[in-house]
């Protein structure tokens, strides 16, 4: 069953090519900055929030967060949890992810199991997602014990994200980790979609519009960023991004 969340992505897609999401981490910002960042990504035309980080502690912090966010902005705000602390009832949807390529089972389908209940409680939708950590030792790889795939093993990704749509999973998320030293190879977003037919999210190390528009080229659905965001001029850089993006776009139906 598709949520209302989800038909909302899924349009955005269809309608744009290719797609831009904020993501905002809770435990390097407090409630009113995460509002102006959502506000200022809003007016360049992201498509969503989405809010989550890999160290994430406290969730009356989080809770805080995503209130004042959901009060900023009308689009959708959509929890990343790294774990059921990184859950909030004032958030639209989550995504509910498996980290594929984990060597504790407890993040491929442990915290999901203690996490249902709690979902079900806040009446949150939840969008299933296969999470894999591609590249070097990011935070999200230690905290989750991943066994991160190589740049240069594409195929290796590809199997994972064949994993995902087999097991139902309704999107891919290919992520290199915050602060990465390099993307997602384009290769190996090409690889992925030739095997998936689930839209494919690609995050991680992505500093310029030059870099987003790569991204879309080789294949990426949805294109997330979050460090550059924090570091730079929200308005300024989303828009560039975004831009970047749909010139992908419009040249591919050119």
């Known amino acids: 069953m598709v949520g209302r969340v989800e038909e909302y992505l899924l349009g955005e897609i269809e309608s744009a090519g ?8 809770p435990e390097k910002t407090n409630p009113s ?6 506000r200022e990504a809003e007016s360049s035309r992201t498509a969503a929030i989405m ?19 959901k009060e900023a902005v009308d689009l959708p705000v959509i ?9 909030s009832r004032h958030a639209d949807a989550l995504w509910f992810m498996s ?11 442990g915290a999901q199991v203690l996490s249902a209940p709690i979902i079900r409680r806040f009446k949150l939708e939840a969008i299933p997602l296969g999470y894999v950590i591609i590249g070097e030792g990011s935070a999200a790889s230690v905290v989750g014990k ?14 994972h994200a064949l994993a995902a749509q087999y097991l139902g999973m309704h999107f ?18 090409r690889t992925v979609k030739e095997f998936v037919q689930i839209p494919v999210i690609v995050g991680g190390g992505i500093k310029t519009g030059k870099q987003a528009r790569a991204i879309a080229v080789a294949g990426a659905d949805i294109i997330v960023t979050g460090t550059i965001v924090e570091e730079s001029k929200v308005k300024e850089t989303v828009n560039d991004l975004v831009k970047n993006i749909r010139y992908h776009t419009r040249t591919k139906k050119a």
């Open 18 to 25: 290719a797609i831009h999401i904020t993501l905002i981490d």
């Open 51 to 69: 809010i989550g980080g890999s160290t994430l502690a406290s969730t009356q912090h989080l809770d805080k967060v995503v209130k004042a966010t």
């Open 172 to 189: 891919v998320y290919l992520e290199a980790g915050s602060g990465a030293s390099q993307t997602v190879p384009s290769e190996m977003i």
């Open 79 to 87: 929890l990343f949890p790294n774990n059921i602390t990184g859950i």
């Open 146 to 159: 991943a066994y991160p795939i190589p740049y240069n093993q594409p195929e290796l990704a590809a199997a």
């Open 99 to 109: 980290l594929l390529n984990s060597g504790d089972p407890y993040f491929i389908t």
């Open 33 to 38: 900055a995460a509002s102006r960042v959502a």
